[in-house]
């Protein structure tokens, strides 16, 4: 059946030429977005839905999360807080409860954080592997990830296991690992950081994700400056993510590719490390997206509502640049052209703001504002 939404007060993503659009209307129809515009020439459609003067946005795209495991590190949260620097070998403690559990009970979290996510407007998850970190297990996270989200990454290379030597794991995540687990994703990332995967490691593996099929994507400069953006730039990735530490020569390099600095700001709320400068980024021309980084570490949040407005507060994005860095920006991160928007044709992914504007985002932190989520043209 096709709906149309009337009375939109601010319909935003519907129009190539302008963002925003006032006093508008959007017909859904097959799942699609069918038409978009002025709400007195709205045409004709099965049911209708009035939007009584609020504000229509596309569904989030959450273009970074880790949702296949098993357990929670509350008290890890709680040491951080208490003055504990963060570190990347806490990953090892979910490897181990991830191990541990059936397929039904890391499908049953899966579809929970998904639910999760789809209630606060997400409309598009991605979702890593990396807390297996054996054949078997990574293979069973790309598997169980890709009937329950939109899109898989495989991540083998998140953290050297302990029994292992960093080569001997390299040669297994580019070999054996990699050929289990290539069906079952889409893109390959590497955490290209100290206390993880140095620049030729990282290189190795990219190369050998590349020549599987997958697209290269990186967790990159996260805990301090190196050689992660450069790289993921020189592999033409979809996405450098974090970013957090930016030399003047990494917002250049990233302004002049394709590649998307996806800023993942409740990371930084969960960790107290420095907000990216986002600032810098979107001056110099990069594209950013916002994701966020929902995993049971380092940031156990599913609001993309949140992100936006940690990054209206502290990485001086304005409420406009945020909105579209967690809609359209987190689309052009998963190298997607048919959601993130509304203009017609994109998939009928719709939120119902209960607010007149996207401003209500920042400007209201912390409250419940969604009123009606569409995915796919069905009312979630």
Request: aromatic share 6%; net charge negative.
């Amino acid at each position: 059946m096709s709906t149309v939404i009337t009375n939109i007060g601010e319909l935003a993503g519907a129009a190539e030429d302008r963002w925003l659009m006032k006093d508008a209307a959007l017909v859904i129809d097959g799942g699609r977005i069918a038409w978009a515009g002025p709400s007195r020439q709205a045409p004709a459609a099965d049911e209708a839905y009035d939007a009584g003067g609020r504000a229509v946005l596309p569904g989030f795209v959450d273009s970074h999360a880790h949702l296949v495991f098993a357990g929670e590190r509350a008290e890890e949260f709680a040491a951080r807080m208490s003055g504990r620097p963060y570190a990347a070998g806490g990953i090892r403690t979910t490897v181990e409860r991830t191990r541990a559990a059936s397929d039904a009970e890391l499908a049953a979290n899966v579809r929970r954080l998904v639910g999760e996510m789809a209630r606060q407007g997400t409309t598009t998850v991605e979702c890593k592997s990396g807390y297996g970190l054996t054949v078997e297990q990574e293979e069973r996270a790309v598997r169980i990830a890709a009937s329950l989200v939109d899109e898989v990454t495989f991540l083998g290379a998140h953290v050297v296991p302990a029994d292992m030597e960093p080569e001997e794991y390299v040669r297994l995540v580019t070999g054996p690992m990699l050929e289990a687990c290539a069906p079952h994703a889409r893109f390959v990332d590497v955490f290209c950081e100290r206390g993880a995967f140095d620049a030729d490691q990282t290189r190795e593996i990219l190369t050998a994700g590349r020549a599987a099929g997958l697209v290269p994507r990186l967790h990159a400069n996260q805990l301090g400056h190196g050689p992660g953006v450069a790289i993921a730039v020189e592999f033409d990735a979809a996405s450098a993510d974090h970013c957090t530490f930016l030399s003047d020569e990494d917002v250049a390099a990233l302004a002049g590719s394709r590649t998307v600095a996806t800023l993942l700001p409740a990371v930084e709320f969960s960790t107290r490390q420095p907000y990216p400068d986002a600032r810098a980024l979107i001056d110099a021309g990069a594209e950013v997206a916002l994701a966020t980084d929902c995993n049971p570490g380092s940031c156990y949040s599913s609001s993309m509502a949140f992100c936006v407005a940690l990054a209206v507060r502290e990485m001086r994005m304005t409420p406009e640049e945020a909105v579209r860095a967690a809609t359209e920006g987190g689309a052009k991160a998963l190298r997607r052209t048919d959601v993130g928007h509304l203009r017609p044709g994109a998939r009928a992914d719709v939120l119902v703001l209960d607010a007149p504007s996207h401003i209500h985002l920042a400007y209201r932190p912390g409250v419940p504002q969604v009123a009606r989520v569409w995915r796919n043209g069905r009312a979630v």
